[in-house]
């Protein structure tokens, strides 16, 4: 049987204030308590190495929450995933749906992320996932279906990776889908892996994200082949993304 760890990602996006690292202090100390559930967090790219201090030698992972796919060079205002790398990260998000949406990013480039990021040891974690206008025209197994296929073409189901189902109508907006809603989508992004690499499928954690909560986590979390949540706004105050970790069955 696989084994799945169960990963709560924290996704500080562009904040960061006087408290932030105290925050970083606190989940440090709460992770001991929770030593069944793989916690990440991820803070802008500036303040990486404060995290990284703050968290060496404990448990909680340093995560990036995008990178260029290129090495290095001429590409004003981007890290690669080497300096993720250098910073001690142990994931870095990709295809995040603010940034396929302010950035234009596509599902190419997506996976050209993914792959640098698995070129320098690290795991990808990949998001995917429909808007609303997609899930109301019946479109969103469809659009999910897609979005695999082409950020996560074979080559980087070789190798670690998690991926994460989030609707982008729920990111942020205080909705979550419907229990089934999250069922159907992580049963076919689960069967389709297992179409493509039967073997080395099983691996790969399914995450779900959008507004992912205290008071809603146990109920998420426990749905079948949901292995783990990306958690935005409930991530900046420890309290709150530990209560989700703790929610987690373990
Ligand atoms: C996210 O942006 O990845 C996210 C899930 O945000 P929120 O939890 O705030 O909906």
Not at 69 to 76: K, N, V
Not at 147 to 176: F, H, K, M, R
Not at 187 to 208: F, I, K, Q, W
């Amino acid at each position: 049987m696989t084994v799945r760890k169960i990963l709560i990602a924290g996704n500080w996006k562009m904040n960061w204030g006087p408290g932030s690292v105290a925050e970083v202090d606190l989940v440090r100390r709460g992770a001991d308590d929770l030593s069944g559930v793989e916690l990440s967090i991820h803070p802008p790219a500036v303040f990486a190495c404060k995290v990284a201090e703050r968290l060496a030698g404990s448990a909680v992972r340093l995560g990036g929450q995008d990178c260029h796919w290129e090495p290095s060079g001429a590409r004003t205002g981007d890290v690669s995933a080497g300096m993720w790398a250098e910073v001690g990260a142990a994931f870095v998000i990709v295809g995040h749906s603010e940034r396929r949406a302010d950035h234009g990013e596509s599902n190419a480039v997506v996976a050209a992320k993914a792959a640098s990021v698995q070129a320098v040891g690290l795991t990808p974690i990949v998001c995917v996932g429909e808007t609303l206008a997609e899930r109301q025209d019946g479109r969103t197994l469809e659009v999910i279906g897609r979005q695999l296929d082409e950020s996560v073409p074979d080559s980087i189901l070789n190798q670690p990776l998690v991926l994460a189902y989030e609707p982008v109508w729920a990111i942020g907006s205080g909705l979550t889908p419907t229990p089934q809603q999250i069922i159907d989508v992580h049963a076919s992004m689960r069967a389709a892996l297992a179409g493509r690499a039967a073997d080395l499928g099983p691996g790969v954690r399914l995450l779900y994200g959008g507004s992912v909560k205290p008071s809603n986590a146990a109920e998420l979390l426990a749905l079948p082949e949901v292995n783990g949540a990306l958690v935005g706004g409930a991530s900046l105050k420890a309290a709150d993304f530990l209560a989700i970790a703790a929610a987690a069955p373990m």
